[in-house]
């Protein structure tokens, strides 16, 4: 079996699409009137076997677009001071190009058309992205604008949780609360959560494919 067979190929998995994990934290709950503070992504890649693996992470800190508001109780939440000196955090524009530039190479390594967003409540973080991308006028989005993949629902159906620290802990996965609501730790939580619901998908797949095919009761 070749790297490019169908089998082992992203594009044929996803239709086209790479699925890319991606996390926001923010000054609010309202994209167009609250800050994007901080964003990671981890594009997904495969290992030798075929089976989904994260891949490298891509992080920043994002400077408060002109305007934005920022709600107390969700700096409370993220613990994310934007006025601390050593943020090194970067303007809207400039913190997009930083997080698209390698998204857009992992998706032409794999052949693929776009990525798609993968998230935890993603309609939340594709929603965050596109107000960021309308406000700055960017034009090379990798993200297909309104499809998503939510690990709420997968993790819902392979492990019966749709809060992110039971759900990866459900899935075997370590979790550690005092790190939660960093951008980069849950976005790495959710790769590796993702992951494990669709290789568990896999195997399931496999091992039926594998089943003997039932012998025929004999006639009369």
Request: with cysteine.
């Amino acid at each position: 079996m070749t790297e490019t067979s169908p089998t082992r190929s992203m594009a044929a998995r996803f239709r086209g699409f790479l699925p890319v994990v991606v996390d926001v934290e923010t000054g609010g709950f309202d994209p167009e009137r609250h800050a994007l503070l901080e964003i990671a992504a981890v594009p997904i890649d495969l290992d030798a076997r075929g089976d989904l693996v994260p891949g490298p992470t891509v992080t920043t800190h994002v400077e408060a677009f002109p305007g934005a508001e920022l709600d107390p109780k969700s700096l409370e939440i993220t613990g994310i001071d934007p006025t601390h000196p050593f943020r090194d955090a970067k303007p809207e524009k400039e913190a997009l190009d930083l997080i698209f530039a390698p998204l857009r190479a992992a998706v032409k390594k794999h052949g693929c058309q776009r990525a798609i967003l993968v998230g935890h409540n993603a309609h939340f973080d594709i929603g965050v992205l596109n107000a960021a991308i309308r406000r700055t006028g960017h034009k090379r989005s990798p993200f297909h604008p309104f499809s998503v993949f939510d690990t709420v629902t997968l993790a819902g159906l392979a492990y019966g949780q749709t809060v992110l620290s039971r759900a990866v802990q459900a899935a075997g996965l370590e979790w550690n609360a005092s790190e939660a609501h960093s951008a980069v730790y849950d976005v790495e939580r959710t790769a590796e959560l993702f992951c494990a619901v669709h290789n568990r998908w896999q195997a399931m797949s496999r091992a039926l494919l594998l089943q003997p095919a039932p012998v025929p009761a004999p006639a009369g």
